[in-house]
């Protein structure tokens, strides 16, 4: 069974949104976060919050246009992303740490650079058009 499962890519035009949803085989872990994969860069966090409480952290680049939520009864993941943009184009994966993170900020850039400490999605296409 694969650990986390990721949805709701697609395409859409500039200015647009999408929510991608990630379900989670058990809701056993402390950390969930959402990344990305643009075209001919490294991987890089998104947005990431403890399954436990209510602290969520964002990367500057989709502070104010996308919200992490997350379902604990259902086991899901959310992300709403608003006012994308061309540049918001790439793979966008859901990853899932059962070892507790403190600190939400650090964990988006270390395990984009480290994936092994986490689970991770196949990854979901999001496609931004001018």
């Known amino acids: 069974q694969v650990p986390v499962v990721e949805s709701g890519g697609g395409s859409v035009q500039a200015g647009g949104s999408l929510t991608l949803s990630c379900t989670a085989s058990?809701?056993?872990?402390?950390?969930m976060g959402w990344f990305r994969q643009l075209p001919g860069k490294e991987r890089e966090g998104v947005a990431d919050a403890f399954i436990g409480g209510t602290a969520t952290e964002y990367a500057d680049s989709v502070k104010g246009r996308f919200t992490i939520s997350k379902d604990n009864a259902k086991k899901m993941l959310y992300l709403q992303m608003n006012n994308l943009k061309p540049e918001d184009t790439g793979v966008y994966y859901c990853a899932a740490r059962k070892a507790y993170y403190s600190d939400l900020a650090h964990w988006l850039v270390a395990a984009a650079q480290d994936p092994s400490g986490a689970v991770w999605g196949q990854g979901t296409q999001v496609t931004v058009s001018s």
């Open positions: 058990k809701f056993i872990y402390s950390t």
